[in-house]
């Protein structure tokens, strides 16, 4: 887990962090904060040099956009969903971790 301050972060700005050793995209939008991994699923390209439409962040390099709520990729050349993280808030501070797996149901 990663903690960083509300505060640091700029609505339509987002940020790289490194969660655990992964690269995690972390944007905020209005008062809520999203994050996502930060690689698209298309090629590689970090999805935090994109840019912020509502609640989607669009991958620069070939224009794909991202829910930051669910993940799903929303537009092609995307088709793959990326990972996202759990994000709590306490206050100024906030922790971006991992999820944990839920277990299939068989
Ligand atoms: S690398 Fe992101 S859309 Fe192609």
Request: aromatic share 6%.
């Amino acid at each position: 887990m990663t903690q960083i301050e509300f505060d640091s972060l700029v609505p339509g700005k987002p940020i790289q962090i490194d969660v655990d050793g992964k690269p995690v995209c972390v944007a905020r939008v209005g008062e809520e904060v999203f994050a996502v991994s930060n690689i698209c699923s298309h090629a590689y390209a970090e999805l935090s040099d994109g840019e912020i439409k509502g609640f989607a962040v669009e991958c620069w390099l070939h224009g794909a956009d991202f829910d930051l709520r669910t993940g799903q990729a929303l537009t092609l050349p995307a088709t793959e969903a990326i990972e996202t993280f759990a994000v709590h808030r306490d206050g100024n501070n906030l922790i971006i971790s991992q999820k944990i797996q839920k277990m299939k149901e068989s």
